[in-house]
């Protein structure tokens, strides 16, 4: 059996790191500040990137420009990129790419999706035919 683990905020005692997980996201909530893309344009450049100057989280990359921006993406109002066989929307591009992979298709529905998408690949699990 695991030992128990404690919260870091409070004094809540988890059995597993799914219950500590649950007990965060209900007893600790954050609520996220939404921002247009063009508010979030002007922090791109931030000269510390050690901390998200939105929310002030601090941002554990060395200081990595990328990290940082994907960090800022996550308070983007718009949802602007959508899942070609679903259709639902997501904040990031890796996020709806990672989303994408999860849909098992055959060879032939990935064919269609790729001839009515702009003719960009795309990187899904496919079932060939036995």
Do not use: G, W
């Not at 679903?86 to 591009?93: A, G, L, V």
């Amino acid at each position: 059996m695991n030992a128990p683990i404690k919260c870091k905020i409070c004094t809540f005692i988890a059995e597993t790191p799914i219950d500590l997980l649950k007990h965060k996201r209900d007893a600790h909530k954050v609520e996220r500040k939404f921002l247009p893309s063009h508010e979030i344009l002007k922090y791109f450049d931030y000269p510390d990137r050690t901390f998200c100057p939105i929310c002030e989280q601090p941002i554990k990359s060395r200081n990595f420009r990328s990290t940082f921006i994907k960090h800022l993406l996550i308070h983007s109002a718009e949802l602007t990129y959508e899942c070609r066989i679903c259709k639902k929307k997501f904040r990031r591009r890796d996020h709806m790419r990672s989303h994408e992979k999860r849909h098992v298709l055959s060879y032939a529905e990935l064919k269609a999706i790729e001839d009515t998408v702009d003719n960009s690949p795309v990187q899904l699990p496919v079932i060939l035919p036995t």
